[in-house]
């Protein structure tokens, strides 16, 4: 069974400065995929980035990036130029194939509060 | 409307009623999850339907009844609540098979439902 773990249960950071939430994961498969979730006050569940694991370049999509550590079952997102909008809960998600559907693993989340 | 849509926002019952929520995704998908999701824990996967087939059951108990009757549509039938059934309920779709983005799954805004 997959497992994922987010450490930092909250987090903080001031508007225009760069912030990295941590995840790790476990799992014995090879091929798999991870995402980051952002579900904002409102509730809607909004994808920010995905990375396939046979990948070796980081993804990278405008302000969010990720550090995929695949050895080390790593994968932190960094947002730069933090925003308001951005305040939400991100969730960190495992997913394997399971050959007529995926399957999402999710850890607790991270709540991330950005500050004027 | 667009991407995937939840129907009631919110719902409270009382523990001997029957109601049911309404998923529905306009993305053309072919896949459809239930996600519960409770206070300071991981979402946690209920039913996987893929190509109106139900392919995953996560040990949910059975108060909890889905129905799939075709591709753009997801119901999840409630009766005999408990009151730790009380949280979130999420929808989600995704596309799968050889072609397109597989894996990333949409969500919808959910169902607060609050068992009495």
């Known amino acids: 069974a997959q497992t994922v773990t987010q450490s930092q249960p909250e987090m903080s950071v001031q508007e225009a400065e760069t912030v990295t939430l941590s995840c790790t994961y476990d799992?014995?498969?090879?091929?798999?995929?991870l995402f980051w979730y952002k579900q904002p006050p409102s509730r809607q569940m909004i994808l920010v980035i995905r990375?396939?694991?046979?990948?070796?370049q980081n993804a990278t999509e405008n302000r969010f990036s990720v550090n995929f550590q695949k050895a080390a079952k790593s994968f932190s997102l960094k947002i730069s130029d933090s925003q308001l909008g951005d305040t939400a809960m991100y969730f960190c998600?495992?997913?394997?194939?399971?050959?007529?559907?995926?399957?999402?693993?999710f850890g607790t989340g991270t709540r991330l509060q950005v500050t004027l | 409307e667009t991407g995937v849509t939840q129907t009631p926002r919110h719902l409270v019952m009382g523990m001997t009623n029957k109601k049911s929520l309404k998923c529905e995704q306009h993305?053309?998908?072919?896949?459809m999850y239930w996600y519960k999701q409770s206070a300071k824990k991981p979402l946690e996967l209920m039913f996987v339907?893929?190509?109106?087939?139900?392919?995953e059951n996560n040990s949910v108990p059975s108060r909890f009844s889905p129905e799939c009757p075709n591709s753009s549509h997801l119901f999840l039938h409630l009766h005999t609540l408990q009151p730790e059934d009380s949280a979130l309920y999420l929808c989600?779709?995704?596309?799968?098979?050889?072609?397109?983005?597989?894996?990333?799954?949409?969500f919808g805004p959910g169902t607060r439902l609050t068992v009495l």
């Open positions: 339907y893929s190509l109106e087939e139900r392919v």
């Open positions: 989600a779709s995704s596309q799968e098979g050889k072609s397109g983005p597989r894996y990333t799954q949409y």
């Open positions: 993305l053309g998908h072919n896949a």
């Open positions: 998600a495992f997913g394997l194939d399971t050959g007529t559907a995926s399957k999402l693993t």
């Open positions: 799992t014995s498969e090879n091929n798999y995929y």
């Open positions: 990375q396939e694991a046979y990948k070796q």
